[in-house]
Structure formats: C-alpha cells, structure tokens
C-alpha cells in the first residue's frame, strides 16, 4: 500500500501494528528491508513491545534486544515510547516521517494486562479472556476513580 502510494503521488501514510512476537518471523524483516530500499517515508511501524509471546516471554523464546538497533540496522528512524502514554503516542504520530526518505518505527513499550492486578506481566492472559468474576474484576480494576 506503501509503495503504490509513493507511486501514484497520493499523500497517503500507511500505519502497519505488529507485535513484538511477530518479530520472530522472516516475513516481518524482509517488509524491513523494503521498505527502506523503496524508500517508503509514508510508512510507519508500531511495535507493540509487551516483551511476552504466547509460548513464552519474549527473551525465552528469541531474544530481539536490542530491538530499536535492529530496525535502525535495517534503514528504519525509530522513536520509542510509553505506549500507554496517549500523549506521547500522537506526539509521534504528528511528527511523521522522522526522517524523509526513510520509513519510521515506534517501539511502543507496554505492560501486557497494564492495569489489571492479576494481569500484568502474565502469560496466561495473553491469549486468554476474562470471564464472569475475573471479568467482573478487572473492570472494578479499570474503572476510573470516582
């Protein structure tokens, strides 16, 4: 979309949301190395950075650190960021492209389960939904102060 974008003259910015377990896949960085060579400034990455895969955390399974080296390696300007921070999200979002001619990545650090006591940080829940009392609870957890 990216590219025949570029192509077409069309101002359009494409947006792509992996995680970081997706990392561990060939597809993800050979789209890495397009990208730049075609010189792709209308495309941005955000990673989702919860550091937690479903077999395992991500260190386990295939340690990506350093992370942001890897996609500046590859011809990307990368921003990392809170992304639980809204603020700072679109920040980073109204800032683009970092850098003209080159695609842009956020590295978005988030807490899987962020908010949610017996949540956060555990493998369980992520690929598992609340349901009934834990639904019940988590809601309780997330639910703004009055």
Not at 6 to 35: H, N, T
Not at 51 to 66: R, W, Y
């Amino acid at each position: 979309m990216a590219l025949a974008a570029k192509r077409d003259g069309r101002p359009s910015r494409i947006f792509c949301m992996i995680s970081d377990g997706e990392c561990d896949e060939g597809s993800v960085w050979e789209a890495a190395l397009f990208a730049p060579h075609h010189k792709l400034d209308n495309l941005t990455v955000i990673v989702d950075y919860n550091k937690i895969q479903s077999l395992g955390s991500v260190k386990e399974v295939i340690d990506l650190d350093p992370l942001t080296d890897k996609w500046r390696a590859f011809g990307w300007a990368v921003r990392e960021l809170d992304g639980h921070d809204l603020r700072a999200i679109e920040e980073a979002v109204t800032q683009l492209p970092y850098e003209v001619g080159r695609p842009s990545c956020i590295v978005a650090h988030t807490v899987k389960g962020k908010g949610v006591s017996f949540m956060e940080h555990k493998l369980l829940w992520h690929y598992r939904a609340p349901l009934g009392e834990d639904m019940t609870k988590a809601l309780a957890e997330l639910e703004p102060s009055k």
